[in-house]
């Protein structure tokens, strides 16, 4: 038996995730993710490494665009396969997909006028990497499927997807290889989620798998636990109040909104928060939320629980959600007692700009990140403790209170790793380590063969291996 397994991408980096699985009937690509990374977004708008009509299906983990945001391109340039994934991640990927075409659109536009104005040119072109027109010739090649219901791709080949606990409908991929009276399984982990999330379900243990495909991201690190979260928020919220502010929290638009939602909700029913004007200021968001509603088979326990006092896990007493430009300039003029949830997650863009302009030279505000802040961006200068800040186009001076809970990772931790490997009871033919940055998946490696003696490796980019 052969089956060839390459890596196109999150090899030794944590964003466009891709691996071809190649046996000798099927193509097969487990994932198509955007590179974000800006040292290697070039690679996005390179030929894809393996032709795209040649490949027979896609089978994607979860709605993250460093997941499945090339797909659209996939398509452009010739794939007609079908699109395997859960019904929430199928739902999730069309909103993350339209708005990422339309910022890439934006982008575009943007560029070719600054380069017009200036007279430069952009090693790469002055086009978006895909349109809204793209996407939606992609959609229908959608087809989704149930946890643990497994499906043919060919001849001799089968999937399964489980549960990873990572995002809502994320899901963890095992490839069943039948080839001349010889079976092999290939796990692909996916992001893992962690146990006891608020919201999600525990990851998926597995008892056996001859190959494993795991990520790392912080494979090198031990997170805080869910319990302080909860603390943490009352804390800054009855401080901020008190002080007669706003709480601004820039929130990527999935998961991470609506777990803050949910800690509110909680919070108030425990009566730790007074009833407070609660903005959700994020269009994006507020469909995500509508995906979740529509799928209560996905809760975990705590959360059935709480929809069942409240019937929608977000139904807040005071939360008002907008979508037009003009009411989120309402919310602008409100000097106290709100908290503003608004994207992006690292205030690169989108409407969180303009509530940081009005709250972040108030020493009476708070300025609450709950999300990771890449090096570069504004987020990451307002955390690092920056004293004035550009925000479209102004310096304003940070006066406002900037405060920082880590525990909301939607990614397991190293030990957390662990114990999701260590549900196999008999040790792999071999682990390949991917999605980490490449120190951090050389420390999760060799973690992992002190842990376990078994055989690892950290695969490089366009590596290929044969599975036998
Ligand atoms: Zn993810």
């Not at 032709?51 to 993250?64: E, G, V, Y």
């Not at 010739?137 to 149930?146: C, R, Y």
């Not at 608004?342 to 989108?350: E, H």
């Not at 990451?380 to 920056?386: K, M, P």
């Amino acid at each position: 038996m052969t089956i060839k397994l390459k890596f196109l991408g999150a090899a030794r980096s944590v964003t466009g995730s891709r691996y071809s699985i190649e046996s000798h009937s099927v193509k097969l690509l487990v994932d198509c993710g955007l590179y974000q990374e800006r040292e290697l977004r070039s690679r996005n708008w390179g030929p894809f490494p393996v032709p795209p009509h040649t490949l027979d299906a896609l089978l994607l983990t979860h709605a993250h665009l460093d997941h499945c945001g090339l797909l659209p391109k996939l398509v452009r340039e010739g794939f007609r396969g079908k699109v395997y994934c859960t019904t929430a991640t199928s739902d999730i990927a069309e909103i993350m997909l339209l708005d990422s075409a339309k910022l890439q659109q934006e982008d575009a536009e943007f560029k070719r006028k600054r380069h017009e104005q200036e007279g430069k040119r952009d090693p790469f072109p002055e086009v978006p990497l895909y349109t809204v027109e793209d996407v939606e010739a992609s959609l229908p090649l959608f087809s989704p499927v149930h946890y643990g219901e497994s499906f043919q791709l060919g001849n001799g080949i089968k999937a399964t997807l489980f549960d990873a606990g990572h995002v809502l409908g994320s899901a963890m991929i095992m490839l069943t290889v039948n080839e001349g009276g010889m079976e092999r399984t290939i796990l692909f982990s996916g992001d893992v989620g962690r146990w006891n999330a608020p919201m999600l379900r525990d990851p998926t243990l597995f008892a056996e798998a001859d190959y494993v495909v795991v990520e790392s991201t912080y494979g090198d690190r031990l997170h805080e636990s869910f319990a302080d979260i909860s603390d943490r928020l009352a804390q800054e919220i009855n401080l901020t109040l008190r002080a007669g502010g706003n709480i601004v929290v820039p929130s990527f638009a999935l998961e991470r909104a609506q777990e803050v939602l949910y800690y509110l909700n909680k919070l108030t029913m425990q009566r730790r928060i007074p009833q407070m004007k609660v903005f959700l200021d994020s269009p994006m968001a507020v469909s995500i939320n509508k995906i979740f509603e529509r799928h209560p088979e996905l809760y975990d326990q705590e959360m059935t629980r709480l929809v069942h006092a409240n019937k929608s896990p977000f139904d807040l007493p005071g939360l008002k959600v907008s979508y037009a430009l003009d009411e989120s300039k309402i919310i602008s003029n409100l000097t106290s007692g709100a908290m503003i949830i608004a994207g992006s997650g690292m205030c690169t863009g989108g409407r969180i700009k303009h509530h940081l302009v009005t709250n972040i030279s108030r020493p009476e505000s708070t300025i609450l990140f709950v999300g990771y802040q890449a090096v570069g961006t504004l987020g990451r200068q307002i955390v690092d403790g920056a004293k004035t800040v550009r925000i479209l186009g102004q310096y304003y001076p940070v006066r406002a209170r900037i405060a920082q809970i880590h525990g909301f990772s939607a990614h397991a931790d190293r030990d957390e790793l662990l114990r999701w490997l260590s549900g196999l009871k008999k040790a792999p033919k071999h682990v390949f380590v991917t999605h980490g940055e490449s120190e951090v998946a050389e420390s999760f490696g060799n973690f992992l063969r002190k842990k376990t003696g078994w055989d690892i490796s950290i695969p490089d980019y366009l590596e290929e291996v044969e599975l036998d």
